[in-house]
């Protein structure tokens, strides 16, 4: 069965950044819109970022400026850079591959919690 994996999450002060790390098998970059979503305590889940097969990046209103997403195929990897984070962006970050064919099955990690507080 095929997981992706999260990581590089934590407790970061207001204003501070992180970088959030995803391992992807090799093959899903063919053939996966990749995502990023996250959840905060007591919301939706909510979409951050898109990356797709062609290398398009998407980004929600939040998100525009301050977090990038991107990919290392050479490593198979997923990354989401923040930049500037505040209180608000305290959430659990997954990430998410989305095949391009219909059905479009669809593979979720487990979760890295990330925690912006003084």
């Known amino acids: 069965q095929v997981q992706l994996d999260e990581s590089g999450g934590g407790w970061v002060q207001p204003g501070g950044s992180l970088t959030l790390s995803c391992a992807v098998p090799r093959v899903i970059f063919s053939d996966y819109t990749l995502n990023w979503y996250r959840q905060a305590p007591g919301e939706q889940r909510e979409w951050v970022a898109t990356l797709t097969i062609g290398g398009t990046t998407n980004y929600r209103d939040f998100a525009e400026g301050r977090f990038t997403i991107s990919r290392d195929k050479t490593k198979s990897m997923l990354y989401l850079r923040m930049n500037n984070l505040q209180p608000e962006d305290t959430a659990v970050y997954y990430c998410?591959?989305?095949?391009?064919?219909?059905?479009?099955?669809?593979?979720w990690g487990q979760g890295t919690q990330v925690t912006v507080a003084s």
């Open positions: 998410n591959a989305v095949y391009i064919t219909f059905p479009n099955p669809t593979l």
